[in-house]
């Protein structure tokens, strides 16, 4: 096709926004990573507090206590680097963070996917994104250097997989 795949004017897909895997580099310094951490957690808490706006009869509060990863991740900063600077936690992605949400999902591309989406739908999307969170961090906890880095990101991706199980416990009881 002359052009490439710029000049494309064909059919797109429409499924659910495709969460990125790497979207925060694992060489960044661990204070920038737990700020993207932050960053990303308060957005996902953004993206479900106006989820039952779009989705109507969807309410996931009692399913994903995500206010508890934020505190988390606080009580870790604290713990392995010391007081939390009043600049923090600042985007270090080269755009910007406050449309993004676990998963580095735009939080605007998933509120909008979400519009008259069942609980199911909108269940597989919420496991999909926590699988790849979970996944992230043990990758992380994988390649940080030093052992409070990679404590750190094991329990990050621990926190993520108890969201992703009381996800895929909702799914099964909605199917």
């Known amino acids: ?3 490439g795949i710029l000049a494309y004017q ?3 897909t429409s499924g659910s926004p495709v969460s990125a895997m790497f979207c925060v580099p694992s060489h960044l310094p661990l204070a920038d990573l737990l700020g993207m951490a932050l960053i990303v957690n308060k ?3 953004r993206f479900l507090d106006r ?3 779009v989705s109507p009869g969807i309410d996931l509060a009692d399913i994903l206590p995500v206010q508890d990863e934020a505190e988390r991740i606080t009580e870790l900063y604290v713990r392995t680097i010391g007081e939390i600077p ?3 936690p600042q985007c270090v992605l080269g755009m910007p963070c406050d449309d993004l949400m676990a998963g580095c999902v735009r939080i605007s ?3 909008q996917w979400a519009q008259g989406k069942g609980i199911f739908e ?3 999307f919420l496991l999909s994104i926590w699988m790849v969170t979970y996944d992230h961090y043990l990758r992380l906890a994988h390649h940080v250097s030093g052992g409070a880095a990679q404590e750190v990101f094991a329990a990050l991706a621990l926190e993520a ?3 992703g199980e009381a996800v895929a416990k909702s799914l099964d009881r909605a199917l």
Do not use: C, I, P, Q
């Open 122 to 124: 909108v269940l597989e």
């Open 43 to 45: 957005g996902t808490a």
């Open 109 to 111: 591309d998933s509120l």
């Open 1 to 3: 096709m002359e052009g």
């Open 10 to 12: 064909g059919a797109k």
């Open 51 to 53: 989820l039952a706006a």
């Open 161 to 163: 997989r108890r969201h």
């Open 86 to 88: 009043a600049d923090f």
